[in-house]
């Protein structure tokens, strides 16, 4: 039923918890793909252009926070796939997911910046809001 | 996985759709438990009993909302418990949920009341912000 599975990760404690479940939900069905989608905001970009000068270093960073999911779909054999996004968060999940169709979304309650969260409201509720297929919030 | 789901229900469109990945989920794992759970809030409460003033027939109304979903549970064999809340949806399911352990909170994304909607926010927003397990909000 959930053969394509949207895994939205920024490498935080949430996101790595949601990577489980996606994983667990993975292998419930034969056949099923998970997407590792991490979305690039013109914040980070920014932050992390200017603490990085080397572009190298920089894909290794990036790499870091997306290691885990990584990691965990390798270890229990799930078939993956990584996507680099860029744009706002929320939105760039939402579209990725609508053109793409998933059947699933899988998204941490909470990500890594609370301080926009407050203020625009979060990633999660705006992707369960928008999506066209389930989304299954991890706390 | 997820061997104790709870599924919010009210009888809406959303809330069969929601039956139906719940089952789904539930058929990943033997032994599972779901608990389908209704709200009933103060202005549903009213309309009921002012419509039919026999608490016999608003009992009996109460289930027959639930009846769809009631006769999906049956039909897949599975074990289920049907419970019936009093209060506002949202901080009733919520403070349900997080006094027993569940593994996942099944929601649809849209109840009966539009109107309540704008105006209150959704209940499955709130139930997505609050409780303490996973929420999967269906579409």
Same mark, same amino acid.
């Given at each position: 039923?959930? /053969? /394509?599975?949207?895994?939205?990760?920024?490498?935080?404690?949430?996101?790595?918890?949601?990577?489980?479940?996606?994983?667990?939900?993975?292998?419930?069905?034969?056949?099923?793909?998970?997407?590792?989608?991490?979305?690039?905001?013109?914040?980070?970009?920014?932050?992390?252009?200017? +603490?990085?000068?080397?572009?190298?270093?920089?894909?290794?960073?990036?790499?870091?926070?997306?290691?885990?999911?990584? +990691? +965990?779909?390798?270890?229990?054999?799930?078939?993956?796939?990584?996507?680099?996004?860029?744009?706002?968060?929320?939105?760039?999940?939402?579209?990725?997911?609508?053109?793409?169709?998933?059947?699933?979304?899988?998204?941490?309650?909470?990500?890594?910046?609370?301080?926009?969260?407050?203020?625009?409201?979060?990633?999660?509720?705006?992707?369960?809001?928008?999506?066209?297929?389930?989304?299954?919030?991890?706390? | 996985?997820?061997?104790?789901? #709870?599924?919010?229900?009210?009888?809406?469109?959303?809330?069969? !759709?929601?039956?139906?990945?719940?089952?789904?989920?539930?058929?990943?794992?033997?032994?599972?438990?779901?608990?389908?759970?209704?709200?009933?809030?103060?202005?549903?409460?009213?309309?009921?009993?002012?419509?039919?003033?026999?608490?016999?027939?608003?009992?009996?109304? !109460?289930?027959? !909302?639930?009846?769809?979903?009631?006769?999906?549970?049956?039909?897949?064999?599975?074990?289920?418990?049907?419970?019936?809340?009093?209060?506002?949806?949202?901080?009733?399911?919520?403070?349900?949920?997080?006094?027993?352990?569940?593994?996942?909170?099944?929601?649809?994304? !849209?109840?009966?009341?539009? #109107?309540?909607?704008?105006?209150?926010?959704?209940?499955?927003?709130?139930?997505?912000?609050?409780?303490?397990?996973?929420?999967?909000?269906?579409?």
């Amino acid at each position: 039923m959930y /053969k /394509k599975i949207l895994l939205a990760t920024d490498g935080s404690e949430h996101s790595r918890r949601a990577a489980e479940h996606a994983i667990a939900m993975a292998k419930c069905t034969g056949g099923s793909k998970i997407e590792i989608v991490y979305v690039i905001d013109d914040d980070n970009a920014k932050s992390d252009v200017l +603490q990085n000068w080397n572009k190298a270093d920089l894909g290794d960073k990036r790499k870091d926070r997306i290691k885990f999911a990584e +990691q +965990q779909a390798k270890e229990a054999e799930v078939p993956y796939e990584i996507k680099t996004l860029h744009g706002e968060p929320g939105h760039a999940i939402v579209e990725y997911t609508n053109k793409n169709n998933m059947d699933v979304v899988v998204i941490g309650s909470r990500g890594l910046n609370v301080l926009q969260e407050l203020v625009l409201g979060s990633v999660s509720h705006k992707v369960a809001k928008m999506a066209n297929c389930p989304v299954l919030i991890v706390k | 996985m997820f061997k104790k789901i #709870l599924l919010a229900a009210d009888g809406s469109d959303h809330s069969v !759709r929601s039956a139906k990945k719940a089952i789904y989920l539930a058929e990943q794992s033997p032994e599972t438990e779901i608990t389908v759970v209704y709200a009933v809030d103060g202005q549903t409460s009213k309309v009921d009993i002012l419509h039919h003033y026999d608490k016999k027939v608003v009992d009996e109304l !109460r289930k027959r !909302r639930l009846e769809p979903i009631e006769n999906l549970l049956i039909e897949k064999n599975l074990k289920y418990k049907m419970v019936i809340l009093h209060g506002e949806p949202g901080p009733a399911i919520v403070d349900y949920a997080n006094k027993r352990d569940f593994d996942i909170v099944v929601v649809g994304s !849209r109840g009966l009341n539009a #109107l309540q909607e704008m105006v209150l926010g959704s209940v499955s927003h709130k139930i997505a912000k609050m409780a303490k397990a996973p929420v999967m909000i269906i579409k």
